[in-house]
């Protein structure tokens, strides 16, 4: 991604910008006890018989009304309702305008890199959070919206989730991967269970310590090697 190029007053914005974004040791699921994704990260789709491209999360079948929790602490980067509609045109197919219907957006920082990620909720019934909050790991974000209405972007009733680790473009990311509409790359998105196992796999208190010994040693050795 390259939307904020080289200019360096925006490349200013988006680091001050991170850097409001709180760190984060561990990350939960969203919802507990969902049935197997419905569709996997990276799936072909095509929904009445129109190819939408590859799928940039994964869907989680759950009950409409199931509280969505955020993964981990952030701050919302993004709350709002992108309503699914019918069509206009009664013979047309699909027969609806669909949408994500209420998203949120979460920005968060890893502690170890001081990189940044998104994660990303969609198809939900109604907001609980604003843009700008900061939120704590497990907050109800919103709630599962019920089928086919404008509220979850008329789909049947699922979580989306999608994890995306590039920068933040300052506008709704997509959920599928459809060039040339969608100019994210594919890379700077991952299968968001997957991505949670690993995430805590890699931040466990002992694994933080020894990297944080590492960094410090680092900079002692780049310290030392300046004074000779
Ligand atoms: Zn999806």
Not at 13 to 21: G, I, P
Not at 60 to 65: F, L
Not at 104 to 114: E, K, S
């Amino acid at each position: 991604m390259t939307t904020n190029g080289t200019n360096p007053l925006a490349r200013l914005m988006h680091y001050l910008r991170a850097m409001s974004y709180p760190h984060v040791t561990q990350l939960v699921l969203p919802i507990e006890n969902f049935r197997a994704n419905s569709y996997g990260f990276g799936v072909y789709c095509s929904y009445d018989g129109i190819p939408w491209g590859r799928h940039l999360g994964e869907d989680m079948d759950i009950e409409a009304g199931t509280k969505v929790r955020c993964i981990g602490r952030g701050r919302v980067v993004y709350a709002a309702l992108h309503a699914g509609k019918p069509n206009p045109n009664p013979t047309a197919k699909p027969n609806w305008l669909r949408n994500w219907g209420h998203i949120v957006i979460v920005g968060h920082r890893d502690p170890l890199t001081d990189g940044t990620f998104f994660s990303i909720y969609g198809h939900m019934e109604e907001l609980r959070v604003k843009k700008g909050m900061r939120v704590e790991q497990g907050q109800v974000l919103g709630v599962v919206g019920a089928s086919h209405t404008p509220k979850n972007g008329y789909w049947v009733a699922h979580l989306h989730l999608g994890i995306f680790t590039g920068e933040w473009p300052g506008h709704v990311l997509p959920g599928y991967h459809n060039p040339p509409k969608t100019v994210v790359t594919m890379d700077d998105f991952h299968p968001a269970t997957d991505f949670i196992k690993k995430y805590n796999a890699a931040h466990t208190p002992k694994k933080q310590l020894l990297q944080r010994a590492r960094g410090q040693q680092v900079k002692k050795a780049a310290t030392s090697r300046g004074r000779h």
